[in-house]
């Protein structure tokens, strides 16, 4: 249990880093208007977010079922 509240603990620190690749952040940094780089940079977590939550799904329920199967026998 208490490895998975580290990584819990450790995926959602994450969120607070700024994801851009080199040439978004050049296009993004020579606009007056900051609004636009905080969208890109909200697009891009959201996209990366969404694979580890599937997969965080995946794994609690193969836990889940594996756990359930030790139960039962």
Do not use: H
């Not at 994801?19 to 208007?33: F, G, K, N, P, Y």
């Amino acid at each position: 249990m208490k490895r998975f509240i580290s990584f819990l603990l450790l995926f959602f620190i994450t969120f607070a880093s700024q994801s851009q690749c080199a040439m978004c952040r050049a296009v993004l940094e020579s606009e007056t208007d900051n609004s636009m780089a905080e969208g890109v940079n909200n697009g891009i977590v959201y996209l990366a977010a969404i694979p580890y939550i599937l997969m965080g799904g995946v794994i609690w329920f193969i836990y889940r079922s594996r756990k359930k199967a030790r139960e039962e026998s």
